[in-house]
């Protein structure tokens, strides 16, 4: 009975210490998770982008691609301060165009790289074989920073002097400018223009061209694997757009563009001709964000060829863009297409997918694969189905770097084949110093079908480039 009683005591006595201290445990959990809450809020906060940042300032629009190193411009890179902006452009990797975090100022880039290029031509392009050349290309770019909106101007060629094909000098001239601004707090704006001219041996001999894929610069099979039978080329792309922040989640975009091409034939070469086509278009993308690292989106597209033939083709589709890990993006899209009987393919699909892979600082690989409407003069092809893979790998002083491409046209005759083409361009960059480096590399172009000569073209490419940092000034 007495055990009983000192059992029920204590038992009492535990009761009592677990009310008195619940309370007391309760309120230090509480505390310990409005701690952590308000923790993870500031580093939440700290994490987000500036204040001065715009909500746009990453869509694809604000991005563009060096002229002079092939690298990435950002026209609205986050705000660094002295002691973080590199010395040079070509190290600056993703944020090329850099700005000091309370002195925005105006800035001019600029750049020589001179090469010796050995030639190899093996039947159709009308080159010689086993010749040696020098090729320059002086690079200049103005970026013009305001309150509203932000351009980038930039300027490149391919100066020949002693030229493979015709013996006497030979250029390549290319102009970009880059827009983008805000028209209110959830409108904004956006412009490019493009435009190329000069002669088809220097352009072949000039650095590569590239897109804008996930933030990613990547070949342009498009341009780069098509041999042109001719004497003078002339390219020009043009588009405006709208973007409306409907709210958080959503985004409504639209685009209107115009492309030309233009073909100048060698009067030394009985199998070339003149030929130009012109196009405008248009584009309606809706895009849905469900979480961080999922985006939904569905679009709708039209273009129109203006010369020869009447070609209309309009279409939409579905896609998805998922960012898997903090370096790694995937993109796939795609819809029915129809067309009118002149365009080739009736009945068809537009479609597009990409993988990039960035381990930071300029290490890279990718893979893009596209089925979309060309306007390129005499493919004899409105649709084509291409290609792209590359890589760039940093080891020490060493960067080595490969884009690779294939192109395939639809035939819209039966009578001549359609275009298909291929480009392979592997090449080394030793750095010397941030601002200048030794380049070596092998470009080899093959193309059949057409109405081109079939033709095989390489270039085996030794030089040097020099791209000092920025010049800043009001």
Request: charged fraction near 15%.
């Amino acid at each position: 009975m007495k055990i009983q009683t000192i059992t029920k005591r204590t038992l009492l006595a535990l009761v009592a210490a677990t009310l008195i201290a619940a309370p007391c445990a309760i309120a230090q959990t509480a505390a310990q998770t409005k701690s952590s809450d308000a923790a993870d809020q500031k580093g939440s906060t700290a994490s987000e982008p500036a204040s001065d940042q715009p909500w746009y300032a990453d869509s694809q629009g604000a991005y563009t691609v060096s002229l002079g190193t092939g690298q990435l411009i950002s026209l609205y890179p986050q705000p660094r301060n002295d002691q973080t902006i590199p010395s040079g452009e070509y190290v600056e990797g993703q944020q090329s165009v850099s700005l000091k975090s309370k002195d925005y100022k105006y800035q001019m880039f600029y750049g020589l790289s001179a090469s010796s290029i050995y030639t190899n031509s093996i039947g159709g392009l009308g080159t010689g074989s086993d010749l040696v050349s020098t090729s320059i290309n002086p690079y200049l770019a103005l970026f013009v920073p305001m309150r509203t909106g932000r351009f980038l101007l930039q300027y490149s060629t391919v100066v020949n002097p002693n030229d493979t094909q015709s013996g006497g000098p030979q250029s390549y001239h290319t102009v970009t400018l880059s827009g983008m601004g805000s028209i209110s707090q959830r409108l904004y704006w956006t412009a490019s223009s493009s435009g190329s001219y000069g002669s088809e041996s220097a352009r072949l001999q000039g650095p590569l061209s590239f897109l804008i894929v996930q933030s990613t610069p990547i070949a342009d099979t498009t341009s780069t694997a098509v041999l042109l039978q001719a004497k003078n080329v002339a390219f020009a792309e043009n588009s405006i757009g709208l973007g409306w922040l409907k709210s958080r989640r959503d985004k409504i975009s639209i685009t209107a563009f115009h492309v030309y091409t233009g073909i100048e034939g060698d009067p030394s070469t009985p199998q070339s001709f003149g030929s130009h086509a012109n196009a405008i278009g248009g584009k309606l993308e809706y895009i849905r964000t469900l979480t961080p690292r999922i985006d939904l989106r569905s679009y709708g597209e039209t273009e129109s060829v203006l010369n020869g033939p009447t070609c209309n083709t309009y279409g939409g589709g579905l896609g998805i863009g998922v960012r898997m890990t903090h370096s790694i993006s995937f993109d796939v899209q795609g819809g029915p297409q129809w067309s009118t009987s002149t365009c080739g393919s009736p009945q068809s699909a537009n479609f597009s997918a990409s993988i990039v892979k960035n381990f930071g600082n300029q290490d890279k690989i990718y893979a893009s694969v596209n089925r979309m409407f060309t306007t390129i003069a005499r493919l004899d092809s409105r649709w084509e189905d291409n290609a792209t893979v590359g890589f760039a790998k940093g080891v020490r002083r060493f960067t080595f770097t490969t884009d690779a491409g294939y192109l395939r046209g639809d035939s819209i005759t039966t009578v001549v084949p359609a275009y298909h083409g291929y480009f392979v361009a592997p090449r080394v960059r030793y750095k010397i110093m941030n601002t200048m480096g030794l380049s070596a590399g092998y470009r080899s172009f093959h193309g059949a079908g057409g109405n081109l000569v079939s033709g095989n073209l390489s270039y085996a490419v030794v030089g040097i480039e020099w791209y000092p940092a920025p010049l800043h000034f009001r």
